[in-house]
């Protein structure tokens, strides 16, 4: 897997938590703690491939 590969699998994952906060701040929509654990795994996970 190249460098590039990595790069657009990681942005991919950043829609994810982008989505949710879009939802939160535009639609109002409550976040619940799963959405919260989930939204952190997906971030640590995107800052572990960017820093490793």
């Known amino acids: 897997m190249s460098l590039n590969d990595v790069a ?3 942005v991919g994952q ?3 938590p982008v989505m949710f906060m879009i ?3 535009i639609f ?3 976040l619940n703690s799963q959405d ?3 939204i952190f795994l ?3 996970a ?3 491939v960017v820093w490793g």
């Open 28 to 30: 109002k929509e409550r």
């Open 23 to 25: 939802s939160y701040f």
């Open 46 to 48: 995107a800052l572990l």
């Open 14 to 16: 950043i829609e994810i």
């Open 8 to 10: 657009f699998v990681t």
């Open 36 to 38: 919260l654990v989930g």
């Open 42 to 44: 997906i971030v640590a």
